[in-house]
């Protein structure tokens, strides 16, 4: 079992509407989650932290449940700004160093005028 | 505000070539990175630095050396380059490893090995 997993889409949705993403990770011990947001040919960038109460920023909401060990990120009023890959990143221990980040595959969203 | 710079962007190189990956960071951070990205896998850490003169072994760090001599620069070498290292390469940084810290990465680096 991959330590993050993602639906690799493409999720096609139209302006305006509604869409989520999961993804399940396999280390219980994981403290830390991120959602990055990658556009085509370019770096990642980090798009929100992903806390146990859950948070929200603008259009975006983050939730997080440890018990099923997922978490989720809804775009709201989705823009075709918003056409991009959204990487699931979940803080794993390794080798006794902080701050290992394990990255998913990655989730493509287009938005169709 | 150049934040993480890579060179080169681009580069083919031929089986058994060596070359090596230049970072630099102007952010005064601890930590640096250099991860690849391979269609279909989520981006993979190679070697990282905790800070100047240190270096550790990532998840996938067979074929290539690391250095960093100062705290701005990290360098990515491919002693003998092989056609499986064909990849996007991307180094970042962060402030401290404390595993809540945002990552700033470069632009990235194609590299072709034919």
């Known amino acids: 079992r991959k330590e993050v997993e993602q639906d690799p889409g493409p999720f096609n949705v139209p302006e305006g509407a509604t869409v989520a993403f999961n993804c399940t990770y396999s280390n219980s011990a994981s403290q830390s989650f991120f959602w990055y947001r990658q556009d085509c040919r370019k770096e990642p960038k980090l798009l929100m932290s992903v806390y146990s109460s859950g948070n929200e920023d603008g259009r975006f909401t983050a939730q997080l449940n440890r018990a099923s060990q997922y978490i989720s990120l809804l775009i709201r009023d989705s823009k075709l700004s918003d056409s991009a890959t959204y990487l699931c990143?979940?803080?794993?221990?390794?080798?006794?160093?902080?701050?290992?980040?394990?990255f998913g595959t990655g989730t493509l969203l287009a938005v169709q005028p | 505000n150049a934040g993480v710079t890579q060179t080169p962007k681009f580069r083919v190189l031929k089986t058994g070539q060596s070359m090596t990956l230049l970072c630099a960071q102007d952010?005064?951070?601890?930590?640096m990175y250099w991860y690849r990205q391979d269609p279909g896998m989520g981006l993979r850490l190679i070697h990282y630095?905790?800070?100047?003169?240190?270096?550790a072994k990532g998840e996938v760090p067979d074929g290539y050396n690391v250095s960093r001599l100062k705290k701005q620069n990290f360098l990515l070498g491919l002693e003998s380059a092989a056609p499986s290292q064909t990849s996007v390469y991307f180094c970042?940084?962060?402030?401290?490893?404390?595993?809540?810290?945002?990552?700033?990465f470069g632009s990235g680096t194609q590299l072709s090995v034919l």
């Open positions: 630095s905790v800070g100047e003169g240190t270096t």
């Open positions: 952010m005064n951070h601890e930590y």
């Open positions: 990143v979940v803080n794993i221990e390794y080798g006794g160093a902080t701050n290992k980040l394990i």
């Open positions: 970042a940084s962060s402030p401290a490893g404390t595993g809540d810290e945002k990552l700033f």
